[in-house]
């Protein structure tokens, strides 16, 4: 079936250093893809989302890229605080049903 | 104000027990959905409804029934608790079916015993 999976379970990185999440998917007809953000203990929490047309979108301190020929998305965080530290999902946008698909998550620690 | 919240937060019953989650949204929202995320933090949608009728069924026993009494609202009742049945249960809404930056609930934690 279809699946959204990362390369990194975990990721560990410098405080002020920048982030980079990967995040490869299998349906080349997904049209809109999001990252999730999910502290322990909470709910998972949107960060940013890019459609298929676009391969680059920025935020506040985050970038989405979008490669669709290889099928692959990932999440650039800048200037890593020790806030960042959670786990991250990607999910994927496919069919009709407009059902969203989570990739496994990757787990960032933030060194101080 | 919390945009969308589930009660309860914890919830630790036996096996057999039937139990109750509820979720409300303040966002005006038309479309609202169960995930269940299991041990190995893996999210699966199990229920979205639209508008209080249900779009998005997956391959769920029946012991879950969903039931949204209006668009604000959809609770998640479960019968003959089993232990595979413990896990996190978050609610989650969004604008309109697209399910485009969908707010998720805080999440209950279910613990079977």
């Known amino acids: 079936g279809e699946s959204v999976g990362l390369h990194l379970p975990t990721l560990s990185v410098q405080e002020g250093d920048n982030s980079i999440i990967n995040c490869a998917y299998s349906n080349s007809a997904s049209d809109y893809f999001i990252w999730y953000k999910q502290e322990s203990g909470k709910g998972p929490q949107f960060i940013i989302d890019i459609r298929s047309n676009m391969d680059k979108r920025q935020g506040q301190r985050v970038t989405v890229l979008l490669n669709k020929t290889v099928k692959h998305l990932s999440l650039q965080i800048a200037a890593t605080q020790p806030g960042d530290s959670a786990v991250y999902f990607c999910?994927?946008?496919?069919?009709?049903?407009?059902?969203?698909?989570f990739g496994s998550g990757t787990r960032l620690l933030v060194r101080p | 104000d919390t945009a969308v919240s589930q009660t309860p937060k914890y919830l630790v019953t036996q096996m057999g027990n039937d139990k109750s989650i509820k979720c409300e949204q303040n966002?005006?929202?038309?479309?609202m959905y169960w995930y269940k995320q299991d041990s190995k933090k893996f999210l699966k949608i199990m229920f979205s409804y639209n508008n209080k009728e249900l779009i998005i069924n997956e391959t769920v026993p029946n012991r879950f029934s969903p039931k949204s009494p209006d668009k604000a609202h959809l609770n998640l009742h479960i019968n003959s608790l089993e232990l595979g049945d413990s896990a996190v249960y978050f609610c989650a809404s969004s604008q309109d079916i697209r399910n485009e930056g969908a707010f998720f609930g805080q999440g209950t934690r279910l613990t079977v015993v």
């Open positions: 966002l005006g929202h038309d479309t």
């Open positions: 999910a994927e946008r496919g069919g009709s049903s407009y059902k969203l698909i």
